[in-house]
């Protein structure tokens, strides 16, 4: 799957991104996705957007508590 390599090279251009299913091929690739996204504007205009890329990280990671 490129979709990190794709996802993060517009993100890094400021252009809002929407991933198809995988959001990607490893948890690490999508933590770069969120890293990424959380280091442009984008983020902060749209909270939902960084809520639900959590949300997703912590289904793919089993971390549920």
Sequence with gaps: SRHAEVACHFLEKGIPVLVEKPLADSVEAARRIV???????????????????????????????
């Design 35 to 65: 890293a990424t996204l959380d280091a442009t504007s984008l983020a902060r205009k749209k909270p939902v957007t960084r809520a639900l890329a959590a949300e997703l990280l912590d289904i793919d990671t089993g971390d549920r508590g």
